[in-house]
């Protein structure tokens, strides 16, 4: 029996296990797109609520990773929008939380969520092109340019963000 057809049974011990695997790359991920430590815990949250909530329609084994991340997405846009995230947060929380530099916080808010999540799944998580697609619902050349974009805005962004400190 796979795991997802474990998934689709209600197995609650595949389920934890599952978290257990794969909630520090979420964390990151979300903590990336929301830009806040708290915001991206409250997003996993809604997250895993929705992946077991919706475990009759789960996918094969093979795209069971995707699937999460695109629920991990909408879970970030959906607090985004709820919070009305899309202006500049407050302040920069202490140095102790886990995260990005004040300055890399600072160019990141200045991209869409797409682009910070985009970013995210490529750089750090180092996932393919052929895994985002399925995600985003976009061909992989689409993707590809819209990365190569992101990272060219980004460059800029964090040149301005360095220029306003010196």
């Keep these: 029996m796979t795991k997802a ?7 609650e011990d595949t389920f934890a296990a599952l978290m257990e695997e794969t909630a520090p790359a979420l964390r ?19 997250t895993y609520l929705r992946f077991w909530r919706k475990q009759v329609l789960l996918p094969e084994e093979d795209k069971l990773l995707s699937y999460l991340y695109k629920t991990a997405y ?9 919070k009305k995230l899309f202006r ?12 990005f530099s004040p ?39 689409a993707l590809r340019k819209r990365y190569e974009r992101a ?3 980004m460059v800029l962004l964090l040149e301005q963000t360095k220029e306003g400190v010196e």
């Design 5 to 11: 057809s474990r998934l689709r049974a209600g197995d």
């Design 28 to 46: 990151r991920y979300c903590a990336g797109i929301l830009l806040d430590y708290d915001d991206a815990e409250d997003a996993l949250q809604n």
């Design 74 to 82: 909408h879970a970030c846009i959906d607090l985004l929008r709820s």
């Design 88 to 99: 500049p947060p407050e302040p920069v929380r202490p140095a102790a939380e886990p995260g």
């Design 103 to 141: 300055e890399l916080k600072a160019a990141l808010r200045g991209l869409h969520p797409m682009d910070r999540a985009l970013l995210l799944e490529r750089a750090v998580e180092e996932r393919s092109y052929a895994e985002l697609s399925g995600e985003y619902q976009k061909s992989e050349a």
């Design 151 to 153: 990272k060219k805005r």
